[in-house]
């Protein structure tokens, strides 16, 4: 009971602490350029066919909003024939058929992230099981949510109609209904689950788990 007690005092400290450090503006701009780039680069990857590209939202003052950022998408046939058009017309600015839409990426990468370090940071086990289950686990987590977010953009893209990857009602409704579901609380869920595969299990509370099946 008393390693209960401690592991989860452990826990609520490193998650508070940690989200502390990461919810600071400078912190947040900086893991936002990161995210941003991996999510550019995996939505271009899974959506060959769309232009896509993150820029930053700009606050009333000028700064960049360290809250959200924006994910520009759209079609490159569309794009490069305004381009081409505006070229011939040697015209001074062109408006290129883009459209937006926001990704809050503290919610989205940070909060599950830090979640899962904490669990592993609380557990108590041998410290290179617990680096290397915290390492794997949190892979698993970015992948899923990298994945999270190409199913994301499907459904705006979808939903613009600009000529990529238009689903049927059906197959877009079920898109939807799925990344509803991929929401927060499934990433915290599937960091816990990820904590009692490659944590729990190697630490010494299924030790003590284990000495008390035995006895009975």
């Known amino acids: 009971m008393n390693q209960l007690i401690k592991f989860v005092l452990f826990f609520l400290l490193s998650y508070g602490v940690l989200l502390f450090v990461f919810s600071s503006d400078s912190m947040r701009l900086s893991m936002n350029r990161l995210y941003s780039s991996t999510v550019e680069k995996t939505i271009q990857t899974g959506l060959p066919s769309a232009h896509i590209e993150t820029q930053n939202v700009f606050l009333p003052n000028k700064k960049v909003d360290p809250q959200k950022v924006y994910l520009v998408y759209g079609n490159p046939t569309t794009i ?50 617990k680096i290397f289950g915290c390492i794997i686990s949190c892979i698993i987590l970015f992948i899923f949510v990298n994945v999270k977010t190409i199913l994301y953009a499907v459904s705006v893209i979808s939903e613009t109609h600009i000529g990529i990857y238009e689903l049927s009602e059906s197959s877009y409704n079920t898109i939807v209904r799925l990344t509803s579901l991929l929401s927060l609380g499934f990433s915290v869920i599937l960091s816990f689950t990820l904590w009692l595969i490659l944590g729990f299990r190697k ?4 030790n003590s788990l284990n000495q008390i099946f035995e006895k009975l």
Do not use: C, W
């Open 80 to 129: 490069k024939r305004e381009i081409d058009e505006a070229r011939r017309n040697r015209m001074g600015s062109v408006k290129i058929s883009t459209h937006s839409t926001q990704f809050y990426f503290f919610e989205l990468f940070t909060v599950p992230l830090l979640f899962i370090i904490s669990l592993f940071l609380a557990t108590p086990m041998n410290i290179k099981s």
């Open 203 to 206: 630490s010494s509370f299924a």
